[in-house]
């Protein structure tokens, strides 16, 4: 530090080289050249004051420090909220921060319940239609690894060739001397394998399922509520043919449908027998027995429609079959339907 010069005065005492000047006035007596970085906190029950001490000699910058009382001042001063930092000599306050709006979190608090509401819904959904896609999921898994196979006794169906005596002669047969060469003598049985109820068949999917006949009383009379209480019934039986609609032989459009989803609490076993409906492509074939006789068809179109689109019913046209069932899975807001045509000759 250099020697003061000899006409300047000196203070007497250390405290009249130092004087407390408020915060605020900072700007005015603060004879700093350089910027001073500092920040101040105040809290509830402490005084802070600002000392600026005057130099010593000509020349010399001036000590500034920060006395911290922790006596309560005489009035109590109310506690900062912000800092307040000096720059410059400037006592400069930083921008508040900006406040949330009422609105923005209302709105916040509707994404989010909308958000709460869709995930539970989404969980109820796939619940309640868990047996429907977890066929669907398995179907796809067995497709890709490869490890689809075809239920044996439809494969028995498949193959089974209708016989009948044309074109075969008889024979009487030797009389045999004693009973293992009778039973040697017995030639193969040569028999058609045929359910003993009406069924559809369709190997895509490896489904082999009892076709239900609903009464046309209700049909007759237009009453259109006890027709479907009819329709729904018969559903837990199997799939229904829909009444008034072709046998299967006849001409006509013959119209079977059946459920892809269905409550899970529904006594039923074929709630969800046409869950993977939705994956016949066209070429695919289905057999439908009626009175014990296969008849094959080979599926041309597969569509959707609405509810009210009921001319898939219609008889005009040429002979087909019409599959009917509620898609989206889990849903009846529209109708897949699958047609196919018959294979001549079958």
Not at 1 to 25: G, W, Y
Not at 46 to 61: F, K, M, R, T, V
Not at 205 to 229: C, F, H, M, Q, Y
Request: glycine residues 6%.
């Amino acid at each position: 530090m250099a020697s003061p010069k000899k006409n300047s005065p000196k203070p007497s005492t250390e405290k009249d080289r130092t004087k407390a000047i408020p915060i605020s006035d900072i700007e005015q007596h603060d004879p700093v050249e350089e910027p001073l970085q500092r920040v101040i906190h105040e809290e509830e029950n402490q005084h802070y004051e600002l000392h600026i001490e005057a130099p010593n000699a000509a020349g010399e910058d001036p000590k500034i420090f920060a006395a911290t009382s922790n006596t309560k001042a005489k009035k109590k001063a109310k506690p900062h909220k912000k800092h307040v930092q000096i720059s410059s000599g400037k006592a400069i306050r930083p921008d508040t921060p900006r406040k949330t709006s009422g609105t923005s979190i209302r709105i916040w608090n509707f994404l989010e319940w909308i958000a709460v509401s869709a995930l539970i819904f989404v969980g109820f959904f796939f619940a309640v239609n868990w047996g429907s896609y977890s066929e669907l999921i398995k179907l796809k898994l067995d497709n890709l690894t490869g490890n689809f196979q075809l239920d044996p006794f439809i494969e028995q169906l498949i193959t089974s060739q209708p016989t009948g005596p044309e074109g075969q002669s008889q024979e009487l047969l030797p009389m045999a001397n004693n009973l293992q060469q009778s039973a040697e003598q017995i030639p193969a049985l040569s028999m058609t394998v045929a359910p003993p109820d009406d069924r559809i068949i369709i190997p895509r999917i490896n489904k082999n399922v009892p076709i239900v006949s609903v009464s046309t009383e209700n049909l007759i009379k237009r009453d259109w509520g006890a027709l479907e209480a009819d329709i729904q019934a018969a559903l837990q039986l199997g799939v229904v043919h829909y009444p008034g609609t072709a046998q299967a032989g006849d001409t006509g459009n013959v119209v079977i449908t059946g459920h892809s989803s269905y409550f899970p609490w529904d006594p039923g076993r074929f709630k969800d027998v046409f869950a993977l409906l939705h994956e016949i492509v066209v070429g695919d074939e289905v057999i439908v027995y009626h009175d014990q006789k296969p008849y094959r068809y080979k599926v041309y179109e597969t569509k959707v429609v609405n509810p009210d689109q009921v001319q898939v019913l219609t008889q005009e046209g040429d002979d087909r079959l019409t599959l009917i069932t509620c898609t989206p899975v889990g849903t009846n807001l529209r109708r897949l339907i699958v047609l196919a045509e018959p294979v001549r000759g079958s």
